[in-house]
């Protein structure tokens, strides 16, 4: 469903894939080539969410208030991204929480479950677990990093190939 709120509506471009059973409300901006998954939210009524080009959002995670997600970068399955960044192709591990003011930095990655608290600076290159998430280890060249241009290819495959049934 894509709806407007308070006279916006959403700015998706028309290379970018939107499922069906997603969720897209008001002030959202999604460039090209990239992916909203099923039961997805991204509920732009009090900030602007912004995907950019390559980004993908998984199954079941919620973006709300000020969320941008950076090139290429991956939001995992049932993740929260609350009026935070994810960096150009860092990684929010499924089941992960986000939380305000906070930064995912440039091909960093914040481990399953984890909770990132408010005004938590992850640094590039480096994953980040735990509740609270702290610091585990520096990565280089992690294969993660690569997870969107995977989905810009599974997104391209479903845009020409799925059909909705009765």
């Not at 409300?25 to 602007?48: C, F, K, M, Q, Y």
């Amino acid at each position: 469903m894509i709806r407007s709120f308070d006279g916006t509506e959403p700015d998706i471009h028309e290379s970018a894939y939107v499922d069906p059973a997603a969720v897209v409300i008001g002030d959202v901006t999604i460039e090209a080539e990239a992916s909203v998954w099923p039961n997805v939210t991204l509920r732009g009524d009090h900030g602007n969410i912004t995907l950019r080009e390559g980004a993908n959002v998984q199954d079941n995670a919620v973006l709300h208030e000020g969320a941008e997600i950076g090139p290429y970068a991956t939001v995992g399955h049932t993740a929260i991204v609350h009026n935070s960044t994810v960096e150009e192709r860092a990684l929010v591990g499924m089941s992960a929480t986000v939380l305000d003011r906070s930064t995912v930095g440039e091909r960093a990655m914040v481990g399953a479950n984890s909770l990132v608290t408010e005004d938590t600076d992850i640094e590039p290159n480096t994953l980040y677990a735990g509740t609270p998430a702290e610091k585990i280890k520096e990565v280089e060249d992690s294969p993660w990093a690569y997870a969107g241009d995977r989905y810009v290819e599974l997104s391209r495959e479903h845009m020409e190939s799925s059909e909705i049934l009765d």
